[in-house]
Structures are given as structure tokens and as C-alpha cells.
């Protein structure tokens, strides 16, 4: 069974990092992209970043570029999503997904 745990969320001022986690299990973590998506207040879900943890090869969103970082851990089967100099739009529920599942999402509020 595929699984897909996020964490790391939280309250954040603006300008401020936050490092968000996902862990996985249930099918071959290495082989597959790991996505991260999140989905703002009153607004369709939106594409971040993703990884290829057997490649290497990471892609980003224009409006995250420069400021997020997306690793992996393949030993610990989880993928970090890095976030610095957050900004207020960029509240919202972050989801990891992969395989076309999605895990249950952790908030991540930027706010003074």
C-alpha cells in the first residue's frame, strides 16, 4: 500500500524558512518522481517541484525557483521541499504525491 506522510508545516513569518518532509512507503521509492503540490486557500491545486531521487534531476516551479530546494533521502524513503524567503501567497497546503497518490497534506501559514 502506497503512503505518503507529510510533515514540517507550521506558522511562519514572512521572509522566514520552513523545511517540509514527506515520507513514503509502499512501492520503490527510488524509481519513481515525487512530487510536491500545494493548493492555496479558495484556489486549484498548483504543481511546486519535483524529484527523480534515482536521477538526481529536480524541476521547479517559475515562482518557487531560487527560493525552494527539493531533496531526497533515499535511505529514509522521504523527499524534503526546502522553502526560504517565504512570502504571504505562498500559504497553503502542501501535498506529496506520487504514483497518483497523494498524501494528506501539512499546512504551512506565512503570516507576521
Known amino acids: 500500500e502506497v503512503q505518503l506522510v507529510e510533515s514540517g508545516g507550521g506558522l511562519v513569518q514572512p521572509g522566514g524558512p520552513l523545511r517540509l518532509s514527506c515520507a513514503a512507503s509502499?512501492?520503490?521509492?527510488?524509481?519513481?518522481?515525487m512530487i510536491w503540490v500545494r493548493q492555496a486557500p479558495g484556489k486549484g491545486p498548483e504543481w511546486v517541484s519535483a524529484?527523480?531521487?534515482?536521477?538526481?534531476?529536480?524541476d521547479y516551479a517559475d515562482s518557487v525557483k531560487g527560493r525552494f530546494t527539493i531533496s531526497a533521502d533515499n535511505a529514509k524513503n522521504t523527499v524534503y521541499l526546502q522553502m526560504n524567503s517565504l512570502k504571504t501567497g505562498n500559504t497553503a497546503v502542501y501535498y506529496c504525491?506520487?504514483?497518483?497518490?497523494w498524501g494528506k497534506g501539512t499546512l504551512v501559514n506565512v503570516s507576521s
Open positions: 524529484i527523480n531521487s534515482g536521477s538526481g534531476s529536480t
Open positions: 504525491v506520487a504514483l497518483g497518490y
Open positions: 509502499g512501492f520503490s521509492f527510488s524509481s519513481y518522481d
